[in-house]
């Protein structure tokens, strides 16, 4: 079993939609909880970050982090056709990342 | 501000030649990483530096060398290339003051045939 689980996809929504994309993982001693971005023949973006349990708001994008589940999610209101790329979870207890194989998203007109 | 370069952007080999991707950042990061991607795998760790001097294996290593050859510059080599080494290779490094916060170059597509 991976140390962070995600499913691949893809996703499929209307444009508007509310997409809500999850990360579970194992290693309880991950504290630092990261949201990338990858537009198609691109490198990573970073989208959002957070530290601790609870929600971190900016735009559009919601990130959620539940420690006691081992569970992170990542919320887009309003979704656009701008958004349909595919979105990486990463976690980490200090220099070294472990990320998910990434969730392909779709949103359609 | 470039941020995180890579060259060469394409790349194809025979099995057997070398060849070195170079990798920048003109950030002040402290710590770079390569990484390489491939379909349903996500991103995996070959080798990073922590900082000027140091280098270290990550999950994939076999196959690869590294050189931190200063603050701003981490070259990957391939001695010996496979076909097993075809895939999209990155190179990231970290945000000063912060220590997780990755960014990434635009990758080098490598064909090993």
């Known amino acids: 079993q991976k140390e962070v689980e995600q499913d691949p996809g893809p996703l499929s929504v209307p444009e508007g939609a509310i997409v809500s994309l999850n990360c579970t993982y194992s290693?309880?001693?991950?504290?630092?909880f990261m949201w990338y971005r990858q537009y198609s023949r691109k490198g990573p973006e970073l989208l959002m970050y957070t530290y601790s349990s609870g929600n971190k708001e900016d735009g559009r994008f919601t990130a959620q982090v539940d420690k006691s589940s081992k569970y992170i999610s990542l919320f887009i209101r309003d979704s656009q056709p701008s958004d349909s790329a595919t979105y990486l979870c990463a976690m980490s207890e200090r220099y070294i990342p472990t990320f998910g194989r990434g969730t392909s998203l779709i949103v359609h007109p | 501000n470039a941020g995180v370069t890579q060259t060469p952007k394409f790349q194809v080999l025979k099995t057997g030649q070398s060849m070195t991707l170079q990798c920048a950042q003109d950030?002040?990061?402290?710590?770079m990483y390569w990484y390489r991607q491939d379909p349903g795998m996500g991103l995996r760790l070959i080798y990073y530096?922590?900082?000027?001097?140091?280098?270290d294996k990550g999950e994939v290593p076999n196959g690869y060398n590294v050189s931190r050859l200063n603050k701003r510059e981490f070259s990957l080599r391939l001695e010996s290339a496979a076909p097993s080494q075809t895939s999209v290779y990155f190179c990231?490094?970290?945000?000063?003051?912060?220590?997780?916060?990755?960014?990434f170059g635009p990758g080098t597509r490598l064909t090993v045939l």
């Open positions: 990231a490094s970290v945000r000063s003051g912060s220590t997780d916060t990755q960014y």
């Open positions: 950030m002040n990061h402290n710590s």
């Open positions: 290693n309880s001693a991950f504290q630092y």
């Open positions: 530096s922590a900082s000027e001097g140091t280098t």
